[in-house]
């Protein structure tokens, strides 16, 4: 897939996410022209996805096409800017698909700031007929970086356990799929218990615990080959392993004798280094994004709170001291808050603090929230809900940093445990 820039513009239009709830900005986004029926069936395509990917994130409100009033035939034409105010629109997205002689796709768009009258930005893609859905989280992410100043987070993907069968005797698979719920694919055949999936940094890897015949093993699958390695066979339990941010170690709880504790394994020595030593339970832990530092879940002082050490087991101190139980902190990759599972008076919550304790707050509560993953940008988290019943099961959700924004991140099954890709390289 190569990409090129088409005519890049300045214009004042913008959103501000640094202050808490945002209107969602309205912006029409029109169906990309096409002069076949195929090219013009891919460029509807193509506007519906960045039309739901922007919705989804909370930030945009797309207009309704019935209230679009110019009918636009060439891109390359500046729109008639008085018929989209008409309609409120303050920004405006145009595009096209076309078919090349050597059978490759070629999709252009154009972002236009309607009052200002002036092109934002520009792109142009050439890739495979297939990929078509790509190049659309490719230019949403483009449309969210020019309002918004932030990295956008649409062409990630979102591994998984998928859940099928009886409440008491579930079949669990890893599953692969989109960020928008789209192009699912299991990685593993459900033979085996599958828990707790993770990314390397270059979202080609995941490192995720299995079981057979009851041990637990440590696995690192390539995604696209489907090659998986066994990087630990471990005596007792082990928890939670994460790659650390440069990829070269795995970090995870083992529990030998009655407590568990934090190690890492360089997965080039296979050497294993002990970072916590006491008697309580370690486990769950989470590496900085500059790697220097780790966030985990301990019950040394009595209650599961969490704590933060330096990268070699220094300096461990407790940073949660809110009412409850917290669990599962896992750093954001901007660098500025943890999130956390708290359990307190029967209440699931989901909630984020800085690093160093301060700034606790709520994002969501509800029956059994767990697992919180963190978009790339550091602005959406996912995690999974458990529903009530002899029928109920998990399901995948997304909240913003905000907590104004939340959504069903829709799988063909029960599912649990995301975890958020990296941007696809």
């Not at 650390?244 to 004798?257: A, E, F, N, T, V």
């Not at 008697?279 to 933060?308: K, L, N």
């Not at 669990?327 to 901007?334: D, E, K, M, Q």
Request: charged residues 20%; aromatic residues 10%; without cysteine.
């Amino acid at each position: 897939m190569t990409m090129a820039f088409v005519m890049p513009a300045r214009a004042a239009l913008q959103i501000d996410i640094t202050e808490g709830h945002v209107d969602p900005l309205p912006i029409a986004i029109v169906d990309f022209l096409g002069a076949a029926d195929q090219e013009s069936s891919v460029g509807a395509d193509i506007a519906g996805v960045v039309t739901n990917n922007l919705e989804r994130s909370g930030l945009f409100r797309p207009l309704p096409k019935a209230a679009f009033i110019e009918k636009l035939s060439d891109i390359n034409v500046q729109p008639r800017f008085g018929d989209w105010r008409i309609i409120n629109a303050q920004a405006l997205v145009t595009g096209q698909a076309r078919m090349e002689s050597d059978g490759r796709l070629r999709v252009e768009f154009r972002l236009w700031d309607v009052y200002a009258e002036q092109q934002l930005t520009g792109l142009q893609f050439f890739t495979t007929p297939d990929n078509w859905r790509r190049i659309a989280h490719l230019i949403s992410d483009a449309i969210y970086k020019r309002l918004t100043g932030e990295d956008g987070y649409f062409d990630t993907r979102v591994v998984y356990v998928s859940e099928t069968g009886p409440k008491n005797n579930r079949v669990k698979r890893l599953t692969i799929m989109d960020q928008d719920g789209h192009n699912p694919r299991m990685l593993t055949n459900g033979r085996e218990l599958v828990l707790t999936p993770r990314f390397s940094p270059n979202s080609q890897e995941i490192t995720y615990l299995a079981y057979r015949n009851n041990a637990p093993r440590v696995y690192v699958l390539d995604i696209e080959t489907g090659q998986q390695e066994v990087v630990g066979e471990f005596p007792g339990m082990t928890f939670a392993p994460r790659f650390s941010p440069d990829g070269q170690k795995i970090i995870m709880s083992l529990q030998r004798g009655g407590n568990a504790d934090i190690y890492t394994m360089d997965l080039r020595s296979r050497q294993v280094t002990r970072l916590t030593n006491t008697a309580a339970i370690d486990t769950s832990p989470s590496y900085s994004p500059d790697g220097r530092q780790i966030a985990f879940e301990s019950d040394r002082g009595g209650s599961q709170q969490i704590y933060v050490m330096n990268a070699d087991g220094s300096n461990q101190r407790r940073i949660s001291f809110g009412q409850g139980s917290y669990a599962t902190p896992v750093w954001s990759p901007r660098g500025d808050l943890i999130s956390f599972t708290k359990i307190s008076s029967g209440r699931f919550v989901i909630g984020v603090m800085r690093p160093d304790g301060t700034g606790d707050r709520v994002l969501t509560e509800g029956y059994h929230n767990e697992g919180p993953t963190w978009a790339p940008n550091g602005r959406v988290l996912m995690f999974f809900r458990e529903t009530r019943g002899a029928q109920g099961g998990p399901s995948l959700w997304s909240v913003d940093v905000t907590g104004h924004n939340e959504r069903p991140a829709p799988t063909p099954t029960f599912a649990s445990d995301p975890a958020w890709s990296p941007r696809i390289q």
